[in-house]
């Protein structure tokens, strides 16, 4: 059985930092492309960061230079450290794990992240 679990979220002062983890068990997590989405409250889900394989990260550029998502494949668990959080980001934070083998992706429920201003 294939599980996603986001950690991490909670609330956090404008300035501060948190970092997510996207804990997996079920599928070979080495093949997986992992991506972080949020969706804020009354908006349309978006993606944040994505990494490969092999490591390359791409970021959506409200996010560039704060947010640094990484993979540790030897634990199936990736991870999003947020720093110079804005209230902007506030949101509902969920992993997907994408499989670049069969093309299933998985996602989680998700973790809130909220910014006080």
């Known amino acids: 059985q294939v599980q996603v679990v986001e950690s991490g979220g909670g609330l956090v002062q404008a300035g501060g930092s948190l970092r997510l983890s996207c804990a997996t068990s079920g599928i070979t997590f080495s093949f997986n492309i992992i991506a972080w989405y949020r969706q804020p409250p009354g908006k349309t889900r978006e993606l944040v960061a994505t990494?490969?394989?092999?490591?390359?990260?791409n970021y959506e550029d409200s996010v560039k230079g704060r947010f640094t998502i990484s993979r540790d494949n030897a634990k199936n668990t990736a991870y999003l450290q947020m720093n110079s959080l804005k209230p902007e980001d506030t949101a509902v934070y969920f992993c997907k794990a994408e499989s670049t083998w069969t093309g299933n992706s998985h996602w989680g429920r998700g973790t809130q992240v909220t910014v006080s201003s």
């Open positions: 990494i490969n394989r092999g490591g390359s990260t």
